[in-house]
């Protein structure tokens, strides 16, 4: 079967870094995304990586290792806005999207 | 980045009454549109996906004569709840990805479904 795992639960210090873990097992794999959803809210585009390494964009990094089926999202000078829940995502074989639970991460001042 | 408007972003609705839901791509063709619902603090749960002119193929558990997906245009995709009841109260969420190879998929807004 297909799995995406993380960890469920997160806080950390305002002004902080924070690490967000993801493994994954899917058929196939033709990238991996994160995503930043606030409650009540659709998700919004934080990262792609498809190839091994890290990418960084601002105060936000994303991870990966394909022979490992990992990943991370390395969050740099926490804000309280950072405050929400970030999704894991694999594209698999077949180009389907297979969604993590999520991480909420709460920052405290 | 591409835009994808989701319409209407909140709807009360009665019991048995039907609703529906556009999906908009209004910057690119949208070949294919992604549909799904989450419950609160759940993860997103694919519903099905719908490619411009053939029918969506729906994920096991979804009933598709509940669920209408209608994707007529490469820029339109509707989702129709019919028949609702309070059990479908849900927040429903739009993605689409154009056919130029992007993997991105798009969200739109989403919509906060309440059946009284």
């Known amino acids: 079967g297909q799995n995406i795992d993380q960890p469920t639960e997160m806080t950390a210090t305002e002004g902080a870094i924070v690490q967000i873990n993801c493994t994954y097992q899917?058929?196939?794999?033709?990238?991996l995304f994160w995503y930043q959803q606030h409650a009540g809210e659709a998700p919004t585009f934080l990262s792609y990586?498809?190839l091994d390494g890290l990418e960084e964009k601002g105060r936000f990094s994303s991870f990966l290792s394909r022979s490992k089926g990992y990943s991370y999202l390395l969050l740099k000078e926490l804000q309280m806005k950072d405050s929400a829940s970030y999704l894991c995502?694999?594209?698999?074989?077949?180009?389907?999207?297979?969604w993590g639970a999520g991480t909420k991460l709460i920052i405290k001042p | 980045g591409a835009v994808v408007s989701q319409h209407p972003s909140r709807v009360i609705c009665k019991s048995g009454t039907s609703v529906k839901i556009e999906c908009r791509s209004l910057?690119?063709?949208?070949?294919?549109m992604f549909w799904y619902r989450q419950f609160p603090k759940q993860s997103l749960m694919l519903m099905a996906t719908?490619?411009?002119?053939?029918?969506?193929?729906?994920e096991q558990g979804v009933e598709k004569d509940k669920f209408l997906i209608n994707h007529a245009s490469l820029t339109l995709s509707t989702l129709t709840v019919t028949s609702a009841h309070p059990e479908d109260s849900s927040f429903y969420i739009c993605?689409?990805?154009?056919?130029?190879?992007?993997?991105?998929?798009?969200f739109g807004q989403g919509t906060r479904l309440t059946v009284v």
């Open positions: 993605s689409a990805r154009d056919g130029n190879g992007d993997t991105e998929a798009f």
């Open positions: 910057d690119f063709q949208a070949t294919t």
């Open positions: 719908s490619n411009e002119g053939s029918k969506a193929t729906y």
């Open positions: 899917t058929s196939g794999f033709n990238g």
């Open positions: 990586n498809v």
């Open positions: 995502a694999v594209l698999d074989s077949n180009y389907q999207l297979i």
